[in-house]
């Protein structure tokens, strides 16, 4: 399975931007997906995930109310909304997907190349 995250660029703080990953196989429908971020000289976090149908997801505290995660398994893509960027969601944004179908922070097998959201003014 690959998997290409694309979406980031630069943002002013309070603006938004939507990131997207798009998967080379249709067997990513049947996996949970989530995304991670890795801020310059700190270790990669968990920031959100999403079951296999969609139905579920799952949130970092830290993004709760502010990001939004969604899927269109048609299109093999998953995404990741983000509201109200602060500048401490700069970081490098990395998608994968999970061994299980249900949204959780570990057992992801597959991951994508990262891409970079730099929240500044």
């Known amino acids: 399975v690959q998997l290409q995250a694309s979406g980031g660029g630069l943002v002013q703080p309070g603006g938004s931007l939507r990131l997207s990953c798009a998967a080379s196989r249709r067997t990513v429908s049947n996996n949970a997906m989530g995304w991670f971020r890795q801020a310059p000289g700190k270790e990669r976090e968990f920031v959100a995930a999403i079951s296999w149908r969609g139905g579920t997801t799952y949130y970092d505290d830290s993004v709760k109310g502010r990001f939004t995660i969604s899927r269109d398994n048609a299109k093999n893509t998953v995404y990741l909304q983000m509201n109200s960027l602060k500048p401490e969601d700069t970081a490098v944004y990395y998608c994968?997907?999970?061994?299980?179908?249900?949204?959780?922070?570990?057992?992801?097998?597959?991951w994508g190349q990262g891409t970079l959201v730099t929240v500044s003014s």
């Open positions: 994968a997907q999970n061994r299980g179908s249900m949204p959780k922070r570990t057992e992801y097998a597959y």
